[in-house]
């Protein structure tokens, strides 16, 4: 992607011949009917062009996340919401302030040693971080035994996480923000379902 400038490709051809390539070498009987697909469309830019992958700024794949937090002021619009000090962020949404039906919504920005719960918020996404690691590395198949395997104490951490994440979700499903494969939200819906 680097040697290409990706997302600002020049060379159309050269670009679609590496992808091609790499997914020839991985899928080399077309018998991954998504992969097949997407090297067929490829096959179908190569002469045509990829407008979208043009006229952008070499390397730079995210110019800034302010969507993000803008997402999340405006899936809770009656909520108030607390962000860390993210300063460019923080201009970025004082310039183009989150609106819902011509009201300024409720967010303002703190430093987490000033704030109790935003320390928390800090506790909760570290521990999130660690279980998506663990859900990234164990395989589907393996992820019952690896939960069976777990030492008594481990056990009950995992049971209150997993109470908790029900719970918000039974609040509102809009908790569970995020993009993830089908094999990573089946190993979710498992961990959620799992008989500690």
Same mark, same amino acid.
């Given at each position: 992607?680097?040697?290409?400038?990706?997302?600002?490709?020049?060379?159309?051809?050269?670009?679609?011949?590496?992808?091609?390539?790499?997914?020839?070498?991985?899928?080399?009987?077309?018998?991954?009917?998504?992969?097949?697909?997407?090297?067929?469309?490829?096959?179908?830019?190569?002469?045509?062009?990829l407008p979208l992958l043009q006229d952008n700024?070499?390397?730079?794949?995210?110019?800034?996340?302010?969507?993000?937090?803008?997402?999340?002021?405006?899936?809770?619009?009656? @909520?108030?919401? +607390?962000?860390?000090?993210?300063?460019?962020?923080?201009?970025?949404?004082?310039?183009?302030?989150?609106?819902?039906?011509?009201?300024?919504?409720?967010?303002?920005?703190?430093?987490?040693?000033?704030?109790?719960?935003?320390?928390?918020?800090?506790?909760?996404?570290?521990?999130?971080?660690?279980?998506?690691?663990?859900?990234?590395?164990?395989? +589907?198949?393996?992820?019952?035994?690896?939960?069976?395997?777990?030492?008594?104490?481990?056990?009950?951490?995992?049971?209150?996480?997993?109470?908790?994440?029900?719970?918000s979700l039974n609040v509102n499903s809009a908790?569970?923000?995020?993009? @993830?494969?089908?094999?990573?939200?089946?190993?979710? +819906?498992?961990?959620l379902g799992y008989d500690f």
């Amino acid at each position: 992607m680097i040697e290409v400038n990706y997302p600002n490709i020049r060379d159309v051809k050269r670009f679609v011949e590496e992808i091609i390539s790499k997914i020839e070498e991985i899928n080399p009987y077309g018998e991954d009917f998504i992969l097949e697909y997407l090297r067929q469309i490829l096959e179908s830019a190569r002469n045509k062009g990829l407008p979208l992958l043009q006229d952008n700024v070499d390397g730079e794949l995210i110019d800034n996340f302010s969507l993000i937090y803008a997402q999340s002021i405006w899936n809770f619009p009656k @909520a108030t919401h +607390l962000f860390y000090h993210e300063f460019e962020i923080e201009k970025i949404l004082q310039d183009n302030s989150v609106e819902f039906d011509g009201t300024k919504l409720d967010y303002d920005w703190e430093d987490s040693k000033n704030n109790k719960l935003l320390q928390l918020s800090d506790l909760v996404v570290g521990i999130l971080r660690y279980w998506t690691a663990f859900l990234n590395e164990t395989p +589907l198949d393996e992820l019952n035994g690896r939960l069976k395997s777990l030492s008594n104490e481990q056990r009950i951490g995992l049971k209150k996480l997993q109470t908790v994440m029900i719970d918000s979700l039974n609040v509102n499903s809009a908790f569970k923000i995020g993009v @993830a494969s089908n094999n990573f939200e089946l190993k979710v +819906l498992f961990f959620l379902g799992y008989d500690f």
